[in-house]
């Protein structure tokens, strides 16, 4: 099921890069109507990744252990920058791919703390396509939108990443099963 989820996950991602494919999608079905089946599916494949991922008590490698005393910094930077990727913030306009780093930070916190083949798989796939994105962005044409940056939604960003942030720590072991050691 993991398996599954990724491929349906990061494979309806990966059709807004190519132009045709978007397009073709976009002109048969309609703006609404492409966005709503691509969330959709999006959804389906995010739920087969959280109800399929188990760790495996067999380690790949040595987790790293001083990562456990910075996480919680590292995944309230990874939230705040996903949260300032949707708004018109100085993060956005500062830090050219805000949500790519935020989803890189996250995966490699849970790669350098969660050794075993899932979560190779799964934090793995997700830095890949971190990775991937602002490569396939840089390579675009040049069409860079204008941002008027507002400070508001830059505090507006740490707020709600700050409650995102609490609420992932509150709730990680009910959602992942796994227990955070802080």
């Keep these: 099921m993991l398996k599954t989820g990724i491929v349906i996950f990061f494979g309806i991602h990966l ?28 959804l389906v494949g995010l739920l087969l990744i959280v109800y399929g991922y188990e760790s495996d008590s067999r380690s790949l490698y040595s987790a790293v252990a001083e990562i456990y005393r910075y996480s919680p910094y590292l995944m309230f930077l ?23 780093l935020g989803v890189a930070i996250w995966a490699s916190v849970h790669l350098m703390t969660n050794p075993d083949l899932p979560s190779l ?23 860079r939108e204008e941002l008027n940056p507002r400070l508001i939604f830059d505090f507006l960003s740490i707020l709600l990443g700050s409650l995102v942030t609490y609420g ?14 802080l």
């Design 15 to 42: 059709i807004p890069f190519f132009e045709k494919p978007r397009s073709l999608f976009q002109n048969l079905l309609g703006e609404n109507l492409y966005k709503g089946i691509y969330s959709l599916i999006s």
């Design 78 to 100: 990874s939230f705040v920058l996903l949260v300032a990727a949707n708004f018109p913030t100085h993060m956005r306009r500062a830090i050219k791919h805000p949500m790519a």
């Design 121 to 143: 798989i799964l934090f793995g796939s997700f830095l890949g396509y971190s990775v991937f994105s602002v490569v396939m962005s840089e390579l675009r044409v040049p069409g």
């Design 168 to 181: 992932a720590f509150t709730f990680h072991e009910h959602l992942s099963g796994a227990r955070l050691y």
